[in-house]
């Protein structure tokens, strides 16, 4: 049966997300403090700040694990407290600070997301987060933490996701492996599906952000193109 959740992708067709002064308070305290923000539809968008500046929050947001206390988060337009939660997880796709695999084969967890999911579908998406060659029948329970996180990236794949979001993907992974799976996001990203890559790693942003949004104490303190300063690896 064909989805027929409606979306007005007409709205803005280059804005993702849209927040407009969005409050998410939690017992008194606001994670979220009025941000204003707008995510284009392409490339990567770092969402970068310190512990605490509502990074994590943000994204929560763009996937319906939160819904504002005030003010509207927009998907392509349209609202949304509006939408229906597992269609729109289906749309933004959520890669997680650890990887998260469930346990059996790489092909067992791709499954998950596409039952039905040829081996040569399942082959060709693994390609695109660098795993090539003989994965499908490989436990997961052997692989190396990057190893898990890029099939875990692959799983989200799976779901023909419309955008990524990113929650400091690489943050349990050795330097080796973030660089792989920042090349993946980047490649990812040039094919057509934009990420929100939240990280508190200003090199990280340089090396694999189009632009970044800086938070501080729950409120936007700005976007804009990525520019590295010299000589300390900051982002500008």
């Not at 947001?61 to 229906?84: H, K, M, Q, V, W």
């Not at 997880?89 to 890669?95: E, K, L, N, T, Y």
């Not at 729950?218 to 804009?224: D, E, F, L, V």
């Amino acid at each position: 049966m064909q989805d027929k959740q409606v979306v007005d992708e007409d709205a803005d067709k280059d804005l993702v997300f849209e927040f407009l002064d969005v409050v998410v308070e939690r017992q008194g305290v606001r994670a979220l403090d009025g941000l204003t923000a707008a995510i284009p539809g392409h490339g990567v968008t770092a969402v970068f700040g310190p512990s605490g500046s509502g990074k994590s929050t943000l994204l929560r947001l763009c996937n319906r694990l939160e819904l504002p206390t005030g003010g509207r988060a927009s998907f392509y337009g349209s609202d949304i407290a509006g939408l229906d939660p597992l269609w729109l997880r289906r749309q933004v796709g959520m890669c997680f600070q650890r990887p998260t695999p469930f346990p059996g084969t790489v092909a067992d967890n791709l499954r998950v997301a596409d039952p039905d999911a040829s081996d040569e579908r399942m082959r060709e998406t693994l390609a695109r987060v660098a795993l090539t060659g003989s994965w499908l029948d490989r436990d997961v329970a052997a692989l190396s933490g990057g190893e898990a996180q890029r099939v875990c990236l692959a799983r989200t794949l799976m779901a023909q996701p419309q955008v990524l979001m990113l929650d400091e993907p690489t943050s349990a992974v050795d330097a080796e492996a973030a660089e792989v799976i920042e090349h993946a996001v980047r490649d990812l990203a040039a094919d057509g599906i934009p990420a929100l890559w939240v990280t508190h790693n200003s090199a990280q942003v340089a090396r694999a952000a189009d632009r970044v949004l800086r938070l501080e104490h729950g409120r936007s303190q700005g976007m804009g193109p990525v520019a590295a300063k010299p000589g300390d690896g900051s982002v500008a």
